[in-house]
């Protein structure tokens, strides 16, 4: 049974940081194209950043250069490191893994970005 368990989010105030992490079971995160995902109340969610198998990383032009993903193969754990916070990155983030045909969602963690 696979599983991705988000963690991390919470009230942070704006120019802060938090660091988000995917716990995955039952897949090999290496093979798979890990990704952050978030929405906003009203909002689609739209995809933050991915991770490929090859180890090739691709953000949305609102969080270059603030936000960083990264993946520890061993502890089969995705992050996602969020620096200088703004309130429109306020959303739900979830993780996301994916290959070929198959897709896994984690069940979200809040992050609100207020003062």
């Known amino acids: 049974q696979v599983q991705l368990e988000e963690s991390g989010g919470g009230l942070v105030q704006p120019g802060g940081s938090l660091r988000l992490s995917c716990a995955a079971s039952?897949?090999?995160?290496?093979?798979?194209?890990m990704g952050w995902y978030r929405q906003a109340p009203g909002k689609q969610r739209d995809m933050v950043a991915i991770?490929?198998?090859?180890?090739?990383?691709s953000y949305i032009d609102s969080v270059k250069g603030r936000f960083t993903i990264s993946r520890d193969n061993v502890k089969t754990t995705v992050y996602l490191q969020m620096n200088n916070l703004k309130p429109e990155d306020t959303a739900v983030y979830y993780c996301?893994?994916?290959?070929?045909?198959?897709?896994?969602w984690g069940r979200g963690t809040q992050v609100t970005v207020s003062s």
């Open positions: 996301n893994a994916a290959r070929t045909a198959t897709s896994y």
């Open positions: 991770i490929t198998s090859d180890g090739s990383t």
């Open positions: 039952g897949i090999i995160v290496g093979l798979y194209a």
